[in-house]
């Protein structure tokens, strides 16, 4: 008898949908290293290395599952992958810039190899590429959808930086900033494909909703890993966020609870970007005991079930059913 839990098992089934989408998501790779080789060759140096650096591909994962699940049989759905990993990978290359980097998924970051001038370069030719390739399609909604998410995040990008260092942003503020930088982008990723063709319009608004809530639901997570987890699994060092001057959502939930000398220590370290007299053991002891992880997880929660909910009323099938389970995946992630 398995000794699964419901939770393991879902997550197991997403896991089951990432394999069946393997063989797409390496054209998918193969789609943007040609594009990368047709750009200059400071562009595929800089470009190459970002991208063997791998990460997760959820993004294109999810255009690709959805894809299924609408039944589409052509080929768009690999264009419009790679386009969303390349505005994606175009936004992470843009924050190591602003946020002077120098890990990133466990190695040297872009910036700190060949410098900012030509890094912040290879962003900019990144965006502007994916909707070059877009507009090849002469497809105009989806231009739409996807030069709105690209406004989004620069936007969130934006507000984020103007509280940068503060701790007193607030859970509202905090939402809108993870909504915009990061939910809006899995948000087009789900909603493309419902664009492929007039019959699956009536999807969208539930994918794209969909998506929302699981870029939240992913945002959260990842913020909960940088504060609990190790350097060896993150790639970068622990509490990064908070050294950048970012208040994340367990640290915001957490601050009404500490005492005036540890929220002084908290804005010490989002000041100076590092820590000093404070330990980030010691910190995450302060986190733990006010049960702001636990919270913040909650949080999390109350997202991937909402997605979870919108997914059930998709037509059923073994798609279906996969993104249902996709929260769980998600909620799981070690890194």
């Known amino acids: 008898m398995s000794t699964q839990s ?27 290293a040609r594009e990368l080789q047709a750009g200059p060759e400071a562009i595929q140096q800089t470009g190459s ?13 999810l255009l690709l599952l959805v894809s299924r699940l609408v039944g589409y049989q052509g080929d768009k759905d690999i264009r419009y992958a790679a386009l969303i990993e390349m505005v ?19 190695r040297a970051s872009a910036n700190s190899r060949w410098g900012n001038q030509l890094t912040v370069l290879l962003g900019d030719w ?32 934006v507000l984020g930086l103007s509280l940068k260092g503060r701790t007193d942003i607030t859970v509202e503020q905090y939402l809108e900033i993870a909504r915009r930088k990061t939910a809006e982008l899995f948000s087009a990723a789900c ?50 966020d908070l050294r950048e001057g970012k208040l994340t959502l367990p640290l915001i939930l957490a601050l009404p609870k500490f005492s005036p000398e540890q929220r002084q220590a908290v804005a010490e370290v989002a000041r100076e970007g590092a820590f000093s ?10 986190l733990s005991e006010t049960g702001a992880f636990s919270q913040a997880r909650e949080v999390a929660l109350s997202f991937g079930e909402k997605a979870a909910a919108l997914a059930s009323s998709l037509p059923a099938g073994f798609e279906r059913d996969a993104l249902v389970a996709a929260p ?8």
């Open 6 to 32: 419901p939770s393991g098992s879902r997550a197991a089934l997403l896991r089951q949908a990432m394999v069946t989408v393997e063989p797409r998501l390496k054209l998918v790779e193969a789609f943007i």
């Open 49 to 61: 290395y970002v991208f063997s650096a791998g990460g997760k591909r959820l993004r294109p994962a």
């Open 88 to 106: 994606h990978t175009a936004t992470l290359v843009h924050d190591d810039i602003i946020d002077h980097a120098n890990l990133r998924r466990g």
């Open 126 to 157: 990144l965006y502007t590429r994916s909707m070059e390739l877009a507009l090849e399609v002469d497809d105009l909604d989806i231009m739409r959808v996807l030069s709105r998410a690209t406004i989004e995040m620069i936007e969130g990008e």
């Open 191 to 240: 909603a493309i494909p419902a664009l492929f063709a007039p019959e699956y319009a009536g999807f969208r608004a539930t994918l794209s909703e969909y998506g929302r809530n699981l870029g939240l639901c992913f945002q959260i997570v990842d913020d909960l890993l940088d504060l609990t987890g190790d350097q060896d699994h993150l790639g970068k060092p622990v509490f990064s």
């Open 277 to 286: 007299g404070l330990e980030p053991q010691e910190l995450q002891q302060w």
């Open 328 to 335: 769980w995946f998600v909620l799981e992630r070690d890194h």
